[in-house]
């Protein structure tokens, strides 16, 4: 087991972390748009309402209030519903506790002091988000070297917390009798504090994925001529991604773009839900019909039954959908060059990978790429074989080097 994951906590990473500011589920899926922009891994945690009642509210008290992750997939899906496309304003002041998957499990508080290594065990269980407290009692002297410097506070919080339930103590309030703050860690912070670390991890960051076994076999997929609204009745609970695919003569699925939580992050929310309700998943993900040959970012009129504009005249002109509505279309392409689907790409192309890919090559372009997943495929015409999530890297850094197959 690498030290780094045994000398380190989960406080050393909460240095700089912006305090939690709570979306509760009374609150807008307006608002929850603004704040997912905001978020990592393209979600956000949804919260009851703080009881009215006085008193200190303990971890367990916080938990129970915990509702779920909102992400940009669930409200792209709920916007995508005939009555949401009629009545856009009513779908937009919808609460959020209409749209979010209630998943309990999804987040556990956890001590500063907690070690690293067992924050990975919990985030291996399918926790995505760890609840920090940020009080002053930690004192973080060096973000590397914390724990040599604090190893009497350390020991000090493990003598006295044992015993008891330590997750069940009043730690919403500090000396003062102020309420405390807290701040979130997601796999994506865990990630990238690793990757700073890939000498320590050592030989683990080198070796392939598929050595490592970290390639997962079981995804999704659809079809690129089924209709795009059909990907979200298929998506996983990790990734939050369907691959879009289409059929080679040999039988194999080649991957040719993506729907997914991820892709739908900063998108106009509207546009990509008026899309998904109307288009095929190949034309969702590429922006562009499949025999399109225009010389500009072409639009695709959407039905006015469920998506037109008045135009004071008494007719309705269709709402129109196009590659740069949702952010498909790739700034680096010169519109007046493009012609045929594949220039039209952009943000829609898949973040893809071989199994011969090293974990840190991975590691790397999921955070620079902000992806929560990365296609594995093999040969040139990107026949899909597995996919890497943030679940798979975590148990790939805590295998133990012996076991690797080389």
Known sequence: MASVLLYHVVGDLTVAKPELVELLETDTVESAIKAIGESTESG??????????????????????????????????????????QDQEKAMNTPVSEVVVPNNSLLKQVDPATRLIDALDIMKQGVKRLLVPKSGVWKCVSKKFSVLYNGKWLKNIETSTSGNNSLNRPSSANANGLTAKFCCLSREDITRFLIGCLGALAPIPLTSISALGAINPHFYTIEACLPAIQAPKKVPLDPIAVAVVEHTPDGHDQIIGEISASKLWKCDYLAAARALSSLSAGQFVMGVEENATSRSPPDVEINPAIGGENDGGGSVRPKKFSSRSIGFFSSSVNPSQATGRSLYRGRSAPLTCKETSSLAAVMAQMLSHRATHIWVTEGEDNILTGVVGYGDILHAVTRSPPSIAH
């Open 44 to 85: 956000i945690s949804v919260w009851k309402k703080k009881p009215q009642k006085g008193g200190v509210e303990n971890s367990e008290a916080r938990q129970q209030r915990f509702l779920g992750i909102l992400n940009s997939m669930d409200i792209v899906a709920f916007l995508a519903q005939d009555w949401c496309l």
